[in-house]
Structures are given as structure tokens and as C-alpha cells.
């Protein structure tokens, strides 16, 4: 049993999306889609442990061995980025019972849950996955889930940004199906390991100088990385809430985790930033997209607008720390991964719960909702300290860290620029915090009507974020254990 | 004793504030007083270990990969400790009477983030290591916000504006930065006496950079130009302004920087590599300036909060200027400076309950009507501006006997001159109070007596006693100090 | 010389590609713009196969006793794939315009934009 586990990994959540659209039942089929999620979240714990009992495994899937066949290739990075894919979507899971029910007319609950459950597979499969090619078949099965999900959106415009993120998500995903291309022209292989010892040595230096390029801009289009991030404010504001919650947790996290196995792991940490200066590209992106969104953040006013562009700027922050190349800097990179992973889907959960009750995220209108609130607030609170980066949230074990390698590199200006951000952070979190606690004016405002809390069937899975959080914001270094041994398997190539 | 237990008496009675609620509200009272006590004799157990030889510390808790969280007595630690958990139970049969002669709402989230804020300054007060006390403060600046802004009207929302704007913004974007550059070139983090920067190779313009991100970060030192958030703080309700705006939270901005100096930079790098020289006329500036402001205020808190933005840079300049006698002397001025000052917020909060003024001009002959409030006041007054037979005098004396170590008389002649200034915006009021004629009586009308609610006047006058009693006995406290490994 | 007219069928690999990428970016219409992203796939696809092509090669099929020279049937097989995947990115994408339509009475992008602007925030 234990040895099948990368292939139960996938098969799982595959097979029960048919499933679901066979029993045409909504609350069956979320029975479904929850039970397999669960699942994939066991097994991926499992393989974590797995992973770091007796090093990285590699399995070949059918039986069929390495180059012939499809090979899934799980170190520790990839078995915790599973896990986190895996267990965010359980949570959330939970959440969009509720959340879903209300938004979603009842008919189309199943579609909405295989939707999701092939979702779920994509990004997994994206993240375990050895095979260069099959990276990008999963990567579309996981964005053609994920455009459908985005139009079970309520508003119609739900519709135009699901089209506009197709388009764009589509020729990011066509450029990476043509850097695969030329690397297989130049190589003779997809595997990941043995692309890892032929590129060096290829005769076609150009060809895999042109793979690189294609393959960084369709991973930097998925990956929402400052300035190909144009699809994701709409996309995220007009999705259903569970669905921008499950996409800000997961989605472009693995398209992170992409350019991480590419530049380290395929073409190798001196290639991509050695040879090509590939930070050159990074940093600039990273700092525009960390200091430009968190200010158009600040001026947002629809709450779900301002979270998605702090995420594309919380991005930036991933995205810088990769930019260093140095453990520390991967390190806190990955670490962020998770961390920010953490905080988004419960910030987007607690929109979630006050769309629910109040009908709408406009943040002017959400005066005095503390009193009517409060569970939900207070959640908002506790996600929104992390995004600033307070002491004993997540927020801050990743920006310690990751000032503290920008230092380490020399490079100031980088650990000033972060700083700036995050009190553009202060600025934009503080302002909905204030609006939540206080009457705007001194008569009049909401007229106090009592508690209306959000369901618990929301509210728990979402504590239940917010308290992973706070567990891993006080014991960080358990998550930065993990994310400084995956920063040196990255570092050190595939063995 | 392991100082992590004084962290458990103020939480462990949020519980049962949150239980017992408005309903029971003596029983809720009781509660935090036998936590008040317990925490104190806490303390008071971690005194008798340090003095009979000990380190009593605390595990770790890996927050970081390399660095954790972790808590231990030393000697600074140990007398904030107890100050801020004695004035705690003080302050808590002062605020029964006071938040129920003053109708206060919302009393049950008030004394619960009271709670976690003390626990907070019993963190800041055993931070074994830069990261810990980082971490107290924040959950500091955070758990008072909502006791700011307890009003909940659009003042208090300015004002919580101002607060954790200045304070949030000072901590992330110097404090933060200090301590990751400390991590990248010092040692350790760890408060290890005689510093870890020795042997850090920062040059000298570097290490007064480092410092100088240190002494803005910590805003809670009120330094200028980053004092705005503590007149901002006195919409509070007084109890709040007593405790932590005269005593925790700001004690915990000086103490941390004190804790700083001698263990983390150490006092022989920051006289070595002249860090200090650029920051002290800053300090300097803030005393004179702040002094001054105080003068134009005729709101009564808010002339209190000028003058503790003042005092609180007499101890910016002790550790700055970095002799032995003088960060002793800073040390000591948490202490005197906390026991007159909480007197005087006392008095303040009584003047408003009973007679509902806070207006000094108008407090003209209150005391015949309030003789024991007036009397207190001016034994704090006389604390404050550091004339016998209070305590005040003796830390201001090593302050000012530290500060001609160095050679100069410039810093001595600084602190005498605000002594003058805290006389003439100190004394007058309550003078007024008991020499000039009350406006609203009949010429020849006898005042009668209107004193505070009586839980008020104990704790009153039992604060008012400790400024008398640290003059003539103020042997345990330097004999605390006396314990502290400069190097 | 022999080398650009050699290597033709790249540069109908980049003929298509660049018209396909074109008509994406200029065209308001939605259904031309899918057909765009159709033309830019199929380009992929193209550039794939004409990889695989080994000259003289034919079908990958073993003769008993026999040496053959055939083509590399990978490319093709992965290019099967990618033909599937293409396929349902146009179906979504067409039925995402049906619904547009239904919702918006257009399938103008600037039109849709001008609509759009009239609407309230989110």
C-alpha cells in the first residue's frame, strides 16, 4: 500500500469528480468531494513523513520505468506544497458548504464540486509530478477546473474575468507546452532528473536558452508575478468567496513551486542565475509587484480587490526571496508559500462569511460590523496581522526571515523596500480594521442589530485555518525546518 | 521560580472575567485582585531566587530557525516585574472605584485586555532575548489599542489612529529592521552582559545607525519625534492612562531600551563607538521641549502626558549616556518616576470623578473639598520634579552624577533646568487647590467635603506613602541594581 | 540560404503563432479571439510533430526481421494529448461566451467594457 501512494495521491480526487457528476446530488456529491480530500490530505502526510524517513522517492507510474514512462518525483518541498494544496482545499472544502448553498443554485452543486475535485487533482499532480510534459497537462486540467469555477461566480462579470484569466492563462500555459518543446528538442527527454544531467551537455544550447525563456513567462503568467497579474484581481473578486479562498491558497502557490523545480532543480541554480542573471528579471518584478500592489491595495473598495492585490504583492515577497538564490532567501521564500497559503484563504474565508451575512464585501459599508461580527472580525484580525507581519502570526516568522537573508546578501535596499511594503500593509489592513470597529460618524451608522453571526459550519473550518496559523506563527521553526531542508535539496539539484 | 509563570496569573483570569461578566461584577473584581496578588508574589519569588544567587529561566519555544522565545530573570527584569504587578493590584482597587463612580461601559473587554496587556509587560519585563521582548512589545502595542479607544467614539477612533499608527509604524519600520541587522551581524540575540556587538565589526557610523534604528523603534520611549501617540492615549479611560500609560507601556519603551544598551550593544561599545552622541541631543531636546509643551496644557492629563514624555527621556539620555552610575540611575527613575506619576493620574481621575473637572484652571480651591486627593498630588508633584522627601530625588542625582562622567556639563545642566520647568507646571496646581478661593462658593461658605469613592482614595494614598518611603528606604532597590553584570 | 528554406516548417510554426497571438490581442471579439488562441495552439502542435519527423522515417511499427527507419513517435503522442486539452479550452471558452451573451446581449469586449463601467463596485 505504502509504496502505491504517489498514484493514490492523484487517483483519488480524479476519480470522484466523474463520481459526482454521476450522482447529480449536491450534498452527496460534497460528501464526496470532502471524503476525497481528506483522503489526499492523509496521504500526502503520509508521504511527507515517507519523504523525510528515507529521502526523496521516485516512482514510476504504471510500472513503466523512468524514461519511457511517467515518473512522480517527490522530495520534501513537493510533499509539503502537496500537503498544504491538499489540506487548504479540505478546510475550505468544509467552508463552501454553506458558503456554496447560498451562492450557487442547488442544480449545479455537483458540477461545481467535480469542478473542484479535477481542480485539486491539476494542482496536485502539478506539484508531484516528474514528468516536464505531464506538469503541463495537469496544469490545464487544474486551469480549465478552475476557469468554470470562477464562472459559478454570482456576478456576471464573474463570466468576462473567467474568460479574460482563460485567454491569458491559456497562452502562459501554450508558452510553457513550447519550452518543454524546445527541451525536449534539445535533450531527447521530458523526465525532470534526466533533463537535470543533459541540459549542461546539449549540443542545442540555444534551444534551451529559448526553453528557459518560454518556460519563465508562462510559469510568471500563472504565478500572477507582477506585471503579468492582470487576470487575477477580477478573477478573485468575482469567483465564488470559497473558490478565491481555495485559489489564493493553492493555485498560485504551485505555480511558484513550478518556477522553484525549473530554475533549481531542471536547469539548476548556476544556469538560471549564474549564466543567465536571471534575478535581473526576479527582483525588479518582485519589488514592483510588492511595493505598486500594496499601494493600489491601499486604495481598493471592494474587500475582496484589496486581498487579491495584496496577494499579488505578497507574491512579490515569494518571488523576492527566490530571487536571492541563496538558502536563507529560498527558505523564506517557501516558508511564505505556506505561510501566506495560511492567511489568504482565511482572510478570503472571513469575506466569505461577511458576503454571507451582510451581502457584500464594499468596505465603507462595513462600519461597526465588529458588534454584528465579532468571531468573523476577529478572525479577519488575527489573518490581516499576518499579512503585516506582527509578531507571533505567520506573517512575521516569514518576513524575519526573509529581511533577515535580504541582509545577509548585502542587499539593503531590498530589506527597506519590504519594510515600506508592509506598512502599506499597516495602512490597508488598518483602515478595514478601523471601519469594522468604529461608527463612521458620530450619530447614525448601522443601527446596532444584535449579533448575526455566520454559520458554524463556516466559521469552524475557518478558526481552524486561523489557528494552524497562530500555531506555526509561535512554533515557526517547524515550518522553517521544512522549508530550509527543501531549500537545500533545491539548491543541491536532484540525487 | 520559573518566570513563565508570571505570565499565568493575568491570563488565567481572563476566563473568568469573560464568565462572570457584567452580572457578577464583585466576584469579577475579586478575581483579578487575587490574580493581582498572585502575580506579584510571583514576582516577588523570582526576587528571592535572583537575590539568593539564581537564574531562574524559562524553556525555549523555536519562533525562528535559529532563534526562540524564551524568558529569564535578570536584575532590570526582575524590579519591572514587580513594579508593574504591584501597581497592578493598586490599580485595581482604584479602577473598582473609578469605572463604577464614572459609569464606564464595556467593562468586562477593558479589564480582559488589561489582562493580556499585563501579561504582555511580565513577557517584555523576563525577555530573555531581543526577539521575545519584540514580541511583548507588539502584543503590548496591540492589547492596548482597544483600551484606547474604549470610548468607541470618533475622537477615540483619531486617536487609535495616531496610537497604533505611530507605534506600529516606529516598531516594523526600525525596530524590526535593528533587531534582523543585530541577528545578521551580532552573536546572538540574546541579552548577554556586555553585548554581542562587540566583536561585530560594524564600524562606528554603522553602530550609530543600528542604534539610532533602536532608540526610534522603540517609540515607547516617547522620544521626539515620535511622542504624538501618548497624549493621543489619554482619552483612555484614567485607570489605563495610570497604569500603562505612566507605568507598563511606557516603562516598557525605556526598559527595553536600557536592556538594550547594557546587553545588547553593551555600555563599553556604545562609549566606544560614540553611537550615542548623535541621539542624546535628541533626548535632550525632547525633555526641554516636552517640559515646555506641558507648561501650555491646561487639560490635566494632558499636561501629565507631556511631562512623562519629558521624564521618560531623562531615562532615554541614562542609557545613552552609558556609564554605569547613569543607566543605574535610569533604572532607579523607572521606579520613582512610576510610583509619582501613577499618583498623579490618580489624583486626576479622582478630581474627575468626584467633581467631574479636568480642566486645571478650574480646579481653583478643590482643596478644601479634596484634601487628602490634593494632598497625595503634591507629594507625587514633589516626586516628579525630584526634591526630598520623595523618591524622585535619588535617581535623578545618579543620573545627573552619570552624566558628568562624561565630561561635560551640557547634560546635568539639562536635567536641572527641566527640574526648574517641572516646578513651575507642576506646583501650581496644587496650590491653586489649596490657596486660592473656590469660585463657586459664597464668600465665607464653608466647602464641604467631596472626596473620591473611597476604593480611589486607598489606593491613592497608598501610592502617595510609596513616594515617601522610597526616599528613606530605597535599599532594595539598589541593592537590585547592584546585582546587574555591566560587562 | 539552405538554411531558411530549409527549416520552412518553422517559419509556418511562427507565421501561425504570430497570427494567432495577434488576433488574440487586437480583435474585441471574443469568438475571434478563441479562434486566435486556436491558430497559436495548433501552431505548438505543429512545431511538435515537425520535431518528431525524421527523414525517410516512416509509421513506428515493427516488422519482424526488418530495420526501419521511422519517425519519433513521442512528439505525436504528446501532441495528442495537447490536441485534447486545446479542444476543451475552446469548448469552455465558447460555452463562457454563450453565457456572456446571454448576460451581457454582446460579445464586443469593448462593448462589454463600456457595460461594465456603468455597474456599480463589485
Known sequence: MTEQLPALQI???????????????????WAIAFGANVFAFWVAWQLLLQVQDTGAIRYALGGWAAPTGIEYYIDTVNAAIVMLVAGISSVVLLYAYSSVSKAIPKAKHYLFYAAWLLCVTGLMGIVITGDAFNVFV?????????????????????LTASFRYLILGSVGASFILIGIGFLYAATGTLNMIDLAERIPDSQSQRAVLVAFSFITIGVLIKAAVFPLHAWLPNAYTYAPVAVTAFLAGTATKVSLYVLLRFFFSVFGEDYSFGQLFLNGILLPAAIGGFLLMSLVAVFQTDLRRMLAYSSVAQIGYIVAGFSMASQAGLAAGIVHIVNHALIKASLFMAVGCIIYRVGHAHIPSLDNLFKRMPFTCVAFMLSGAGLIGIPLTVGFVSKFTLIGAAMDEGWWLLAALILISSLLAVIYIGRVVEIMLFRQSREGGQASTGMAEAPLSMLIPMYALVIVALYFGIYGSETLGVANEAALQLLGGFK | MNPLWALVPPLAVIPFILLLGEKRKNWREVSILVAGVALFLINKSIYNDLMAGGTPQSGEIGLLADYTLKLSAEPMGVMFGLLASFLWVVTTVYSIGYMRGHHEINQTRFYTCFAIALAAVMGAAYADNLLTLFVAYEVITISTFPLVTHAGGVDAKKAGRVYLGILMTTSIGFLLPAIVWTATVGSS???????????????????????????????????????RWLPAAMVAPTPVSALLHAVAVVKTGVFSLLKIVTYTFGIDTVVGSGAAQWFLPVAAFTVIVSSIVAFTKDNLKARLAYSTISQLSYIVMAALLATVMSVSGGVLHIVMHAFGKITLFFCAGAILVALHKSEISKLDGIGRRMPITMGAFFIGAVSIIGLPPAGGVWSKLLIAGGSLDTGTIIWASVLMLSTLLNIAYLLPIPLRAFFKPDPSLAPGEKATLQEAPPACLWAIVLTAFTCLLLFVYPQPLTELIGLIQWR | MTQLIGLYSYWVVIVLMMAGLYIMIARYNLVKKVIGLGLFQTSIFYLYITMGKVEGGTAPILVEGKELVYSNPLPHVLILTAIVVGVATSAVALALIVRIHETYGSIEEDEIKDIEAMEPDA
Open chain 2, 189 to 227: 540575540l540574546d541579552f548577554v552582559p556586555g553585548g554581542v556587538l562587540a566583536d561585530s565589526g560594524l564600524s562606528n557610523g554603522a553602530m550609530a545607525c543600528l542604534l539610532g534604528l533602536f532608540v526610534f523603534g522603540i517609540a515607547k520611549a516617547g522620544i521626539m519625534p515620535f511622542h
Open chain 1, 138 to 158: 495537469f496544469l490545464e486540467v487544474s486551469s480549465l477546473a478552475t476557469y468554470m469555477l470562477i464562472s459559478f461566480g454570482d456576478d456576471r462579470r464573474a
Open chain 1, 11 to 29: 487517483l483519488i480526487t480524479m476519480l470522484a469528480a466523474p463520481v459526482c457528476v454521476l450522482v447529480r446530488h449536491a450534498k452527496v456529491s
